[in-house]
């Protein structure tokens, strides 16, 4: 099986946010970036999938230099090959412009599934996977928690409001995992030292018969008018119902008309 993973470098869970001087973008100073982590899920797939039936796992990215620290990583846990297409900066949150370099990179490789993080931690659209099995013109299942490889088909479930929804599709095919597909593993020593001697390719957009600046520009769906932090959260009010909760209750449902107006 030869398995396509598309990665997105994002900054850490952890971190802390601040808008940059331009007011569009973050602040990058200090911040942490890593494999995001719905990506690991599509990555351990694939690598369980060829440890079981063989082949080969290509990770696939579209960023900034900074990024091919998130292929190393992919290739210490176990990926045998990456490839950087270089940039990024000018489409960052356009989803459509993603997933057309990501497309164009793809299309004349060989490969049996693509796997992908159902969506990148920091825009949270879930857009990309979709947009990338249309493109491409293949079948496409979002948000997998459970799936079993047949010849030439899959069977994966995944979460619906309610409950679980099983569907099946034949190979290949783009697959969108989410947590609970499996457990994503840590990259060993051996791994860690050997994923620094192995080459990355590198693309520039230009090479995919692409213009950036048309994608960032006229071409663009999305834009970024401006960036701000959420308000602070203001201190909550209790109300003391224990001798009078009639009144409590009275005075609940005034704050809930009047200041919070949510009735």
């Given at each position: 099986m030869k398995c396509i993973v598309c990665m997105t470098h994002v900054p850490d869970t952890a971190s802390v946010i601040k808008i940059g001087a331009d007011g569009k973008h973050i602040d990058e100073s200090g911040i942490k970036w890593i494999v995001s982590p719905y990506d690991e899920y599509a990555l351990e797939e694939a690598l369980q999938l060829t440890e079981s039936k063989g082949g080969e796992v290509t990770v696939v990215t579209y960023g900034p230099q900074r990024a091919e620290q998130g292929l190393r990583e992919c290739l210490a846990r176990g990926a045998h090959d990456a490839v950087h297409i270089e940039g990024g900066e000018a489409t960052l949150g356009?989803?459509?412009?993603?997933?057309?370099?990501?497309?164009?990179?793809?299309?004349?490789?060989?490969?049996?599934?693509?796997?992908?993080?159902?969506?990148?931690?920091?825009?949270?659209?879930?857009?990309v996977g979709p947009m990338l099995a249309e493109l491409l013109d293949l079948p496409h299942v979002t948000g997998v928690v459970k799936i079993e490889?047949?010849?030439?088909?899959?069977?994966?479930?995944?979460?619906?409001?309610?409950?679980?929804?099983?569907?099946?599709?034949?190979?290949?095919?783009?697959?969108?995992?989410?947590?609970?597909?499996?457990?994503?593993?840590?990259?060993?020593?051996?791994?860690?030292m050997a994923a620094k001697r192995k080459p990355v390719e590198k693309l520039a957009v230009a090479d995919l018969g692409l213009d950036e600046g048309a994608l960032a520009g006229p071409e663009a769906t999305y834009s970024v008018r401006s960036l701000e932090l959420p308000p602070p959260k203001q201190?909550?009010?209790?109300?003391?119902?224990?001798?009078?909760?009639?009144?409590?209750?009275?005075?609940?449902?005034?704050?809930?008309?009047?200041?919070?107006?949510?009735?």
């Open positions: 356009d989803s459509l412009a993603i997933a057309k370099v990501l497309a164009a990179a793809i299309k004349d490789r060989e490969y049996d599934v693509i796997l992908v993080g159902v969506k990148g931690v920091g825009t949270d659209n879930a857009q490889w047949g010849e030439g088909s899959v069977v994966a479930e995944r979460e619906v409001e309610g409950g679980h929804e099983v569907v099946e599709c034949p190979l290949p095919a783009v697959i969108s995992a989410t947590k609970g597909l499996n457990e994503p593993r840590y990259a060993a020593l051996k791994g860690i201190a909550g009010k209790i109300i003391q119902g224990e001798d009078d909760p009639k009144a409590a209750a009275a005075e609940l449902v005034k704050l809930l008309h009047d200041e919070a107006k949510v009735i």
